[in-house]
C-alpha cells in the first residue's frame, strides 16, 4: 500500500511556473511508474505526464510538451512536474498517481494505475 500526497498548487498568471510534488510514504513508492493526471470541472481526467521508474523515460501529452517536466528523487521519495509558461487551459485538479511496479513502459491511461493523491488545485489566471 502506497499513500500519495501532491502539493505546490496554487493560482498563476498566465505565463507563470509552479512546482508540483508528489510524496510517497513508502520505500517501495521507488519501484513505481508515476503519472501525473489532470480534470478540469466537465472533462474527463486526462495523462499530463509519466516516468518510469527508474527515472530513465518520461512521457509528455502534446499538449504541455515543450512546458512542462517530470523528474524525479527516488532516494526522497518523490516526484516533480515542473509547470512553466502557463496557461488558462491548464487550469484544473492535478493528481499524481502510482502502479506497474518495475516496469518500463509509459503507461498513459488512469486503469494502469493503482494509487491515487488526493489532488492539488492549479489555477491559471489571464
Known amino acids: 500500500q502506497v499513500t500519495l500526497a501532491e502539493s505546490g498548487g496554487g493560482s498563476v498568471q498566465t505565463g507563470g511556473s509552479l512546482r508540483l510534488s508528489c510524496a510517497g510514504s513508502e520505500r517501495t513508492f521507488s519501484s513505481y511508474t508515476v503519472g501525473w493526471f489532470r480534470q478540469a470541472p466537465g472533462n474527463e481526467r486526462d495523462v499530463v505526464a509519466v516516468?518510469?521508474?527508474?527515472?530513465?523515460?518520461?512521457f509528455l501529452a502534446d499538449s504541455v510538451k515543450g512546458r512542462f517536466t517530470i523528474s524525479r528523487d527516488n532516494a526522497k521519495k518523490t516526484v516533480y512536474l515542473q509547470m512553466k509558461d502557463l496557461k488558462p487551459e491548464d487550469t484544473a485538479v492535478y493528481y499524481c498517481?502510482?502502479?506497474?511496479?518495475?516496469?518500463?513502459?509509459?503507461?498513459?491511461?488512469?486503469?494502469?494505475?493503482?494509487?491515487w493523491g488526493r489532488g492539488t488545485q492549479v489555477t491559471v489566471s489571464s
Open positions: 498517481a502510482a502502479g506497474a511496479r518495475f516496469s518500463n513502459i509509459l503507461h498513459s491511461t488512469s486503469e494502469q494505475y493503482d494509487y
Open positions: 516516468i518510469i521508474w527508474t527515472g530513465g523515460s518520461t
